[in-house]
């Protein structure tokens, strides 16, 4: 991606006199500003706007968006995210005025297809993970794993038991640990064995009557579907705790497997991830949350129900850990959510999840020739690739490779994560890309290991910016055009 279009900021290419709009002379009586506002409010100076014209303005932001990677313009397999092309039906319908235009204060009798709507995803939602009770209020994944986390302490607190662990595999997302420290819990790591899955021993050496939650990513972030997940959930339950599952992998399972069937108590969803919302920027999502019956009365309030002919938020349920979010949660994603379930329906989301491990499988197979990957002869929806040989060899870091990735028109993998896997890269091609894609991708990364350390070290070199440096970008971020005067 040659990219050479100038990064100046508007400031800089600000012209004294540029207007984007005339305004005609004003042809009704004035009034002078220190009328109207209070004479300390009024600013001796103009403030410091850039003066350009539309086309300027125009031209500087289309530009500026062209030289992003994101998922309309680019292959984008970054792991555990679930990167799929958004259809854009889905965008079209959650903007309709029907949709988009309603107020969370209008009478609920004016909301009825919209509570309709919410209504039914619940229940489609509650049929996929098989868990029947269902929470729409959660604003992202992470944010789900802390409000069912919360359900699950109310839960113990009202059997007057007090289990105050959570535990969690090694290989998890960070997320987890943060939600269980959010919900005021402990975390207690669980060894992963040599072959990427749940270290049994380790697990029954950790379960005892402090255990509230063990929480599990199925498929795990090495993209494996652990074999003993029954075995695993009978020995939390015989401890007397609760099965937790991490759903940002469902995209792998949809309709093949259902986390309730499976031994889960308590899930999220991410319909960012895996129902078509576009993701990534901070964009809003949604984390909805599936619990077993038992967990139903500790939800967050309200919820949809269906009463009579009609529909109406539920307020009255004196368990409830009470609301996690205002309103109904980010309804413009679950618009997009519902969208996607009913235009694929139940075997179109099986063929998603079908399609989604076909194309992860292939991309295995070729990569695995080109880079180790050290957890798997065949994988779900992603598997993870190691670059430690390389690095070994020749000095090569997974950062070099992920960078110089861009060069060549590609938006990298996820990086060093899981942290189990040294030199990591998560790949996940999701069911959306083409044969033609995938192979695009191998050859590039083929071609990419055979290159000078030097060329890589300093990769990528096509982009307008380079290599920033990350860590100031975060201690130090520059939010200022100029430092106040
Ligand atoms: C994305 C992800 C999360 C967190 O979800 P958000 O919607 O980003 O908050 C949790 N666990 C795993 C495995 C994930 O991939």
Same mark, same amino acid.
């Given at each position: 991606m040659k990219n050479t279009q100038s990064t100046q900021l508007l400031f800089e290419l600000s012209k004294p006199g540029c207007r984007a709009v005339q305004l005609p002379e004003c042809d009704v009586p004035t009034k002078p500003l220190d009328e109207l506002l209070p004479k300390e409010s009024i600013s001796k100076t103009a403030p410091p706007l850039p003066e350009l014209s539309e086309p300027d303005v125009v031209r500087h932001f289309v530009n500026l968006s062209t030289k992003n990677f994101s998922v309309d313009t680019h292959f984008y397999p970054l792991g555990s995210c679930t990167m799929k092309y958004n259809p854009k039906r889905n965008e079209r319908l959650a903007s309709l005025p029907g949709m988009a235009d309603l107020h969370p204060y209008q009478p609920e009798s004016t909301l009825q297809g919209m509570l309709a709507l919410l209504h039914q995803s619940q229940n489609m939602l509650a049929e996929i993970a098989g868990l029947p009770a269902v929470s729409l209020q959660p604003a992202a994944g992470a944010h789900g794993e802390m409000a069912a986390l919360l359900v699950a302490a109310a839960y113990f607190r009202d059997r007057g038991e007090r289990r105050t662990n959570v535990l969690i595999p090694d290989a998890a997302h960070g997320t987890n640990?943060?939600?269980?420290?959010?919900?005021?819990?402990?975390?207690?790591?669980?060894?992963?064995?040599?072959?990427? #899955?749940?270290?049994?021993?380790?697990?029954?050496?950790?379960?005892?009557?402090?255990?509230?939650? #063990?929480?599990?990513?199925?498929?795990?972030?090495?993209?494996?579907?652990?074999?003993?997940?029954?075995?695993?959930?009978?020995?939390?339950?015989?401890?007397?705790?609760?099965?937790?599952?991490?759903?940002?992998?469902?995209?792998?399972?949809?309709?093949?497997?259902?986390?309730?069937?499976?031994?889960?108590?308590?899930?999220? #969803?991410?319909?960012?991830?895996? #129902?078509?919302?576009?993701?990534?920027?901070?964009g809003p999502g949604a984390g909805p949350i599936a619990v077993a019956e038992l967990l139903g009365p500790y939800l967050p309030t309200p919820v949809v129900v269906k009463d009579g002919e009609g529909y109406r938020l539920d307020y009255d349920r004196p368990k409830s850990i009470g609301r996690v979010r205002s309103f109904f949660g980010n309804v413009g994603v679950l618009v997009r959510m519902y969208c996607y379930l009913r235009s694929h329906g139940p075997e179109g989301l099986r063929r998603i999840a079908e399609d989604a491990v076909l194309n992860a499988n292939y991309l295995l197979h070729r990569v695995k020739d080109i880079l180790p990957v050290p957890h798997g002869e065949r994988c779900m929806h992603e598997f993870v690739a190691s670059s430690a040989a390389l690095k070994a060899e020749r000095g090569v870091t997974t950062m070099d490779i992920a960078k110089r990735l861009l060069d060549y028109g590609f938006h990298a993998p996820t990086v060093y994560f899981p942290l189990v896997v040294r030199e990591a890269m998560m790949i996940e091609p999701t069911e959306t890309e083409s044969r033609a894609a995938l192979d695009a991708f191998a050859d590039a990364l083929a071609r990419i290991v055979e290159e000078s350390p030097e060329l890589l070290h300093e990769a990528p070199h096509e982009t307008p910016i380079s290599r920033p440096d990350e860590v100031q970008a975060a201690r130090k971020p520059v939010l200022r055009w100029r430092e106040e005067e």
């Open positions: 640990p943060a939600s269980a420290a959010m919900a005021d819990l402990k975390t207690v790591a669980v060894k992963s064995t040599p072959e990427g #899955f749940v270290d049994l021993d380790d697990l029954a050496a950790k379960l005892d009557d402090r255990t509230a939650v #063990f929480m599990i990513t199925n498929p795990n972030t090495l993209g494996l579907f652990e074999p003993k997940i029954e075995r695993i959930a009978k020995m939390v339950h015989d401890a007397g705790g609760l099965v937790y599952l991490d759903g940002a992998n469902m995209n792998a399972i949809l309709g093949v497997a259902r986390p309730g069937d499976f031994g889960a108590d308590l899930m999220h #969803f991410n319909p960012h991830k895996t #129902f078509s919302s576009p993701h990534g920027g901070g």
